[in-house]
């Protein structure tokens, strides 16, 4: 589902609650009108029919009722005909106020420590979340809403929260990653399954490239390392031999069974080998590591690449963000469906992210809650909420219509009964 039609969609879901609001707003007057009717005909009648003293009363205390959940209800969104009475228009005059507790209530409720790693741990999230996003329907949807949401997100949320968060969870993610065996899984990717003669093959044509069109200045520099008084007719047929044979050396290696392909081959898969199970080189590449992490050249670089990733996601139209993240979240899904192994792990890094990224900033969070709210037009926080309550606050006015007439019965049927 394209965001066009996300957004289409939501469109035609607020029409129908428009017309529902609408239908019970109607139902709910209606029914004070007729009150309002009955109680005027009981009243003109009840000298010629006392028992119409009982239909007056229910109708008396029913437009009462009415009347006074109208207003109750009114007073959430609005003023009550547009007068200034106290205590009225307790939305709009405390759309802030709900904010900032809507997102203390988060904060405080939903990303604590406790709570976070205790319901993660419950939840089988990568394995989930694998099986939902290799269904194209779910992604192609994510996908739209992502793309939608994606450049209001990007101009909303502060830019040094957001993107000190990334770079959290980046380094949180690459610190328990391990160097050393990541690199031994990913050579081994490379190498094996046919790649290793195709990447030989590669190598070799880039030399050999290389020699060819460089072969002057090879001669050139060969030349100038020879002795003084060597000819210069010896210095050129020592450079031709230097090249041509480096040229008959690289196609002579681009036969599978040359022994310096097997050399090598046997090199690489051995220091792949020890990337997965030498304690020392595994050592050296978790400090290798470290110390890129730490180099604030890289930071710098990433900050950067972070800067021009946010202007192009931000500058960019959702449906040719929403196509690539549809991919994206297939591939991924598909990934997380068939890897158990990278099921565990990213269970485990979902935890670590809980407890030490989203805890931590959960004030944060709720505080972007707040703001998010406080930035919403308040006519249109009213218009969205009463649009999603409205309909259930009207059959208030109903019920209060009915319950008012039947309070009044009661009380006008004792005063008969005991002569007040």
Known sequence: MTAVSLVAAAASRDDLKARDLKRMRTIATGLLVVMAMVFVAASLADDRWPWLGYVRAFAEAGMVGACADW????????????????????????????????????????????????????????????????????????????????????????????????????????????????????????????????????????????????????????????????????????????????????EEMRAPDHPWRQELGSAIEAFIERLAHDPDLIAKGEALKLRLLEDPRLHEQARGVWNELEGRLSTAESPMIAERLEQILLALGEWLHTEQGAQARLNEWARILARQVIAPRRHEIGGFVAQVVASWDTKGVVDKLELQVGKDLQYIRVNGTIVGGLVGLVIYTLSQALNL
């Open 71 to 250: 207003f109750a209800v009114t007073a959430i969104f609005r003023r009550p005909l547009g007068l200034p009475i106290p205590h009225t228009g307790i939305i709009p005059r405390n759309k802030d106020k709900i904010g900032q507790a809507l997102g203390d209530f988060i904060a405080n409720n939903f990303l604590t420590v406790d709570v976070l790693d205790s319901r993660l741990k419950q939840l089988e999230v990568a394995r989930w979340g694998g099986e939902w996003l290799r269904q194209p329907r779910h992604a192609r949807r994510l996908a739209g809403r992502l793309a939608g949401l994606l450049p209001g997100v990007l101009r909303v949320l502060p830019k040094d929260m957001l993107r000190d968060t990334a770079a959290s969870i980046g380094m949180t993610a690459t610190k328990a990653v391990p160097a050393a065996p990541t690199a031994s899984k990913i050579l081994a990717a490379v190498w094996n399954e046919g790649r290793s003669q195709a990447l030989f093959d590669w190598g070799v044509d880039q030399l050999a490239t290389y020699l060819a069109e460089h072969e002057e200045l090879i001669q050139a520099n060969v030349e100038t390392r020879s002795w003084k008084w060597m000819p210069k007719f010896v210095d050129r047929m020592i450079a031709e031999k230097v090249t041509s044979g480096l040229g008959q050396v690289l």
